[in-house]
């Protein structure tokens, strides 16, 4: 469509920017805090040069500093994570006061600010005492505790909290955690992953009902956050357009049709039967998923995805396959630390490479090279028209508001030496252009209530370590967490200083697709 002017985005529109507590927080085994499985993981030599969140970028001791920061940005969302092995530190039994008053401290900061807190209550730091002891998300005791820790959380600030977010991005955690093996708990099994899967999504529901339930969360919103991408037949060869709806299936309506409408997709389901790996659904699973409804969708957007007809009747030499880039190539060589198998694993492609294939082969399409997108130094895909095509798509689907909770570029920013300051203008550029897509989606229709740009400050890129930079606040850390933790705000934190100012008048429009 094309229009000779844009809407404006609403009055109210939630300008913010995103976190997740293992990434920053620190003070890993401070104030009654118990492990977390990524505190575990980490230790056990499974990311990029042995790098942990030990201290990550200490957001825990910088706490009033970061607040600071985030009110001279003019932000008025702020979405983070709560550690849920701060606040319960084995994951169902006595809970930790002083991890409560943390949050305390930075929900009560952010609206003292002016900022809406936005609270992840899981965003895959699981507690390791659930691991050892239920083997985590295969154990419907994990769902229980789950449903336990919500209510902590609700009942402490179900007042003073207006948007909650359940959990972030199922598709992404159950699939490297349990298919992949490149997050905790590092299992290869396609059967397992989806029996894990189906209690994530149990858990989703109790959440969302308990939360509806009680008197102080009355006013306020809840749903999860989800990594959406749309899905590309590489062309017009009906197989290959076939591939793209069976890709479409299974990597979003899978998980989106069980959040809004409580039941698996039919096509997909039936498909994992005849495969002997579906998860077990009894009629008072499906009873309790039915009756859980979101308030809104969260949207984490990076990029889309381009497929063919699957590997079985279309042999891999006719394709070029979606994953990794020289660039990232280059990267982990020069890191080292066994990064080669982390880089080369896109988590928001549902396929990994042939070589990394190593549960059983689900034979629906295989992921293909885009030939009309750039990538990052990381090897992911640049795809703004992608983020309005995802937004589009999703209210369509769905009718249900989106909040945008990140969107974002990881690259390697360095200090000028000339000035000292951070020349992000790259990340500029990518972030105006999703802005600005995502502005036309909205004069599309579409209802997005806010935008919470990924990140705030720089911080623990799980597997990658210090290296990949997403934040507009740039962090002096590095790998063998000695940096001095100065925070120096970016080029983009300026910059979109005044778009939010502006409610995004600033941002230019450009041409119009």
Same mark, same amino acid.
């Given at each position: 469509?094309?229009?000779?002017?844009?809407?404006?985005?609403?009055?109210?529109? !939630?300008?913010?920017?995103?976190?997740?507590?293992?990434?920053?927080?620190?003070?890993?085994?401070?104030?009654?805090?118990?492990?977390?499985?990524?505190?575990?993981?980490?230790?056990?030599?499974?990311?990029?040069?042995?790098?942990?969140?030990?201290?990550?970028?200490?957001?825990?001791?910088?706490?009033?500093?970061?607040?600071?920061?985030?009110?001279?940005?003019?932000?008025?969302?702020?979405?983070?994570?709560?550690?849920?092995?701060?606040?319960?530190?084995?994951?169902?039994?006595?809970?930790?006061?002083?991890?409560?008053?943390?949050?305390?401290?930075?929900?009560?900061?952010?609206?003292?600010?002016?900022?809406?807190?936005?609270?992840?209550?899981?965003?895959?730091? !699981?507690?390791?005492?659930?691991?050892?002891?239920?083997?985590?998300?295969?154990?419907?005791?994990?769902?229980?505790?789950?449903?336990?820790?919500?209510?902590?959380?609700?009942?402490?600030?179900?007042?003073?909290?207006?948007?909650?977010?359940?959990?972030?991005?199922?598709?992404?955690?159950?699939?490297?955690?349990?298919?992949?093996?490149?997050?905790?708990?590092?299992?290869?099994?396609?059967?397992?992953?989806?029996?894990?899967?189906?209690?994530?999504?149990?858990?989703?529901?109790?959440?969302?009902?308990?939360?509806?339930?009680?008197?102080?969360?009355?006013?306020?919103?809840?749903?999860?956050?989800?990594?959406?991408?749309?899905?590309?037949?590489?062309?017009?060869?009906?197989?290959?357009?076939?591939?793209?709806?069976?890709?479409?299936?299974?990597?979003?309506?899978?998980?989106?049709?069980?959040?809004?409408?409580?039941?698996?997709?039919?096509?997909?389901?039936?498909?994992?039967?005849?495969?002997?790996?579906?998860?077990?659904?009894?009629?008072?699973?499906?009873?309790?998923?039915?009756?859980?409804?979101?308030?809104?969708?969260?949207?984490?957007?990076?990029?889309?995805?381009?497929?063919?007809?699957?590997?079985?009747?279309?042999?891999?030499?006719?394709?070029?396959?979606?994953?990794?880039?020289?660039?990232?190539?280059?990267?982990?060589?020069?890191?080292?630390?066994?990064?080669?198998?982390?880089?080369?694993?896109?988590?928001?492609?549902?396929?990994?490479?042939? #070589?990394?294939?190593?549960?059983?082969?689900?034979?629906?399409?295989?992921?293909?090279?885009?030939?009309?997108?750039?990538?990052?130094?990381?090897?992911?895909?640049?795809?703004?028209?992608?983020?309005?095509?995802?937004?589009?798509?999703?209210?369509?689907?769905?009718? !249900?508001?989106?909040?945008?909770?990140?969107?974002?570029?990881?690259?390697?920013?360095?200090?000028?030496?000339?000035?000292?300051?951070?020349?992000?203008?790259?990340?500029?550029?990518?972030?105006? #252009?999703?802005?600005?897509?995502?502005?036309?989606?909205?004069?599309?229709?579409?209802?997005?209530?806010?935008?919470?740009?990924?990140?705030?400050?720089? !911080?623990?890129?799980?597997?990658?370590?210090?290296?990949?930079?997403?934040?507009?606040?740039?962090?002096?850390?590095?790998?063998?967490?000695?940096?001095?933790?100065?925070?120096?705000?970016?080029?983009?934190?300026?910059?979109?200083?005044?778009?939010?100012?502006?409610?995004?008048?600033?941002?230019?429009?450009?041409?119009?697709?």
């Amino acid at each position: 469509m094309h229009y000779e002017k844009l809407d404006s985005f609403p009055k109210d529109f !939630l300008w913010g920017a995103s976190s997740a507590a293992y990434q920053v927080e620190g003070a890993a085994a401070e104030d009654g805090k118990g492990p977390s499985i990524w505190d575990v993981y980490a230790h056990e030599g499974n990311t990029i040069n042995g790098t942990t969140g030990d201290v990550a970028v200490d957001h825990y001791h910088h706490l009033d500093e970061d607040l600071d920061l985030m009110k001279r940005m003019g932000l008025k969302a702020y979405r983070f994570s709560v550690a849920w092995s701060r606040v319960i530190p084995d994951g169902d039994g006595q809970v930790n006061d002083a991890g409560v008053d943390f949050y305390r401290r930075l929900i009560e900061g952010l609206l003292a600010r002016g900022i809406q807190p936005v609270p992840t209550l899981y965003h895959w730091d !699981l507690p390791e005492s659930l691991q050892k002891r239920f083997g985590g998300w295969e154990s419907r005791a994990t769902v229980a505790a789950f449903e336990k820790y919500c209510g902590v959380m609700f009942r402490a600030f179900g007042d003073r909290v207006k948007y909650w977010i359940t959990i972030n991005e199922q598709n992404v955690f159950t699939a490297m955690g349990y298919r992949w093996q490149t997050h905790p708990p590092k299992i290869n099994d396609v059967a397992t992953m989806f029996r894990a899967n189906h209690n994530v999504n149990l858990a989703n529901a109790r959440a969302i009902n308990l939360f509806h339930s009680l008197d102080a969360c009355r006013e306020g919103l809840i749903g999860p956050s989800f990594g959406y991408g749309p899905v590309y037949p590489r062309d017009c060869d009906p197989k290959n357009v076939l591939a793209s709806l069976n890709a479409d299936d299974f990597n979003n309506s899978w998980w989106l049709d069980v959040y809004t409408r409580g039941e698996y997709p039919y096509f997909t389901y039936k498909a994992l039967q005849r495969m002997g790996v579906a998860p077990v659904v009894s009629a008072s699973d499906n009873e309790l998923l039915r009756s859980a409804h979101p308030d809104f969708l969260g949207v984490n957007y990076y990029h889309g995805g381009t497929v063919q007809e699957n590997r079985l009747d279309r042999p891999l030499d006719d394709a070029v396959n979606a994953t990794g880039s020289q660039s990232a190539a280059e990267l982990t060589a020069v890191a080292g630390g066994g990064a080669k198998a982390f880089s080369a694993i896109d988590p928001y492609l549902m396929q990994p490479k042939e #070589d990394q294939a190593q549960s059983p082969e689900i034979p629906m399409f295989q992921n293909v090279e885009n030939p009309f997108v750039s990538k990052t130094d990381w090897g992911w895909e640049v795809d703004a028209t992608g983020f309005r095509i995802a937004l589009r798509q999703l209210f369509e689907r769905y009718r !249900l508001p989106l909040f945008v909770t990140e969107n974002g570029l990881g690259a390697l920013d360095t200090i000028s030496a000339t000035d000292g300051k951070i020349h992000d203008g790259y990340r500029i550029d990518y972030l105006r #252009d999703h802005l600005v897509t995502m502005q036309e989606a909205i004069t599309d229709g579409v209802d997005v209530v806010g935008y919470c740009a990924w990140s705030f400050t720089d !911080l623990l890129s799980w597997l990658n370590g210090y290296r990949k930079r997403y934040g507009f606040v740039y962090v002096d850390q590095n790998d063998d967490e000695t940096g001095t933790l100065a925070r120096t705000p970016k080029d983009s934190f300026f910059w979109y200083r005044d778009v939010i100012a502006s409610n995004g008048a600033s941002l230019d429009q450009g041409e119009r697709r």
